[in-house]
């Protein structure tokens, strides 16, 4: 991993945020370009994997750098799938909100996915135990 390069990078270029977005197949980002603009630029935290200067992944997180801090996206070109990229970006992010103490994040149902995230600290709200928390979230 000596060509990957792995840092804050508020900015990324339209063009290639698009080109990654698609790859993975995140269309509701890709439809209206202009509002992932926005919400790249409305993050808290931004940070890329570069590998040879092209941008292959991307973690970012909505925080009030005290008390909460969401995982909103983490992805990772196809193409460089099970390099530890995307351990690398979610440790990034953990790394930059390492003060807060609710870190939260939604994700697909799969178990991939999940074992992933357990991998990385995180508990699946049904694994708290019966009566102990609930989640909710509403889409419009």
């Not at 804050?8 to 339209?14: F, L």
């Not at 994040?105 to 995230?117: G, K, M």
């Amino acid at each position: 991993m000596a060509d990957l390069l792995v840092a804050e990078e508020p900015g990324p270029a339209a063009a290639e945020l698009l080109a990654l977005y698609d790859s993975v197949g995140w269309s509701a980002y890709t439809r209206d370009p202009e509002l992932l603009r926005a919400a790249i630029a409305g993050s808290s935290y931004v940070v890329t994997a570069r590998r040879a200067g092209r941008l292959v992944g991307l973690a970012r997180a909505l925080s009030d750098d005290a008390t909460i801090c969401y995982l909103q996206d983490v992805l990772v070109h196809p193409g460089e799938h099970r390099r530890g990229i995307g351990r690398l970006l979610v440790r990034a992010v953990l790394d930059r909100y390492a003060a807060v103490r609710q870190k939260v994040l939604l994700t697909d149902d799969e178990p991939a996915q999940r074992a992933f995230y357990k991998a990385l600290g995180y508990t699946e709200i049904r694994d708290y135990g019966p009566g102990t928390l609930r989640s909710f979230v509403r889409f419009d």
